[in-house]
């Protein structure tokens, strides 16, 4: 089981935004971020943790070990507005998701 | 380039059975494993499935375990989710998505635009 926190926030451009993962359990790294657009489909940022999928802008980055995740944007554009989850693959099937958290452009 | 397209979704009546296709191109679809995940109506994701590269295992979250069935057919590049007894609780958004294979970690790197199945009476 995977918890985020917050559950949603609003930044302003340009600003810095952390996104909290906790596990249940000690998961290592087996940790993934995504982002879901608005009507769009959930794409990877995050892998195992501290890893950039191809194709994501630098200023995404995350952090973490055991039990405890972040996903940090530095420098917020407006085409962040979405909502982030993280996913946890310890072990796995099954796989589980955090709740999300709905990122607002202030 | 890849593109996954889901397919099969609509209103179904509760208890009624509903099929779900997702067909694959751009890459070789044999190699992977792919994985159903859905999202009701402004709620989060749920992982529901996955099936290995060669159809061999599947396996099942506990809230479908038992009333879906997920297959695959590599010499049509494609997956089928056959979903039965369904309830109010199955009304989401279903999509099917492909694992990278290339890492330790379950990671979900190219997700269909999903299909909308509705519960409903």
């Known amino acids: 089981q995977v918890t985020q926190s917050p559950s949603s926030l609003s930044a302003s451009v340009g600003g810095r935004v952390t996104i909290t993962c906790r596990a249940s359990?000690?998961?290592?790294?087996?940790l993934n971020w995504y982002q879901q657009k608005p009507g769009e489909a959930p794409r990877p940022l995050i892998y195992a943790a501290s890893n950039l999928q191809s194709g994501v802008p630098s200023r995404f980055s995350g952090s973490g070990s055991g039990t405890y995740f972040t996903l940090t944007i530095n420098g917020l554009q407006p085409d962040d507005l979405a909502t982030y989850y993280c996913?946890?693959?310890?072990?796995?099937?099954?796989?589980?998701f955090g709740g999300g958290t709905k990122v607002e452009i202030k | 380039q890849v593109k996954l397209v889901e397919s099969g979704g609509g209103v179904v009546q509760p208890g009624r059975s509903l099929r779900l296709s997702c067909t694959a191109s751009?890459?070789?679809?044999?190699?992977?494993?792919f994985h159903w995940v859905r999202q009701a109506p402004g709620k989060g994701l749920e992982w529901l499935a996955l099936i290995w590269f060669d159809g061999s295992n599947q396996f099942y979250a506990d809230s479908v375990k038992g009333r879906f069935t997920l297959s695959r057919d590599n010499s049509k590049n494609s997956l089928s989710l056959e979903m039965a007894s369904l309830s109010d609780d199955d009304t989401a958004v279903y999509y099917c998505a492909r694992e990278r294979r290339d890492l330790a970690i379950a990671l979900l790197d190219y997700w269909g635009p999903g299909t909308l199945v509705t519960v409903s009476s």
């Open positions: 996913q946890q693959s310890y072990r796995a099937p099954p796989l589980t």
């Open positions: 359990q000690n998961i290592g790294t087996f």
């Open positions: 751009g890459f070789n679809f044999g190699s992977y494993g």
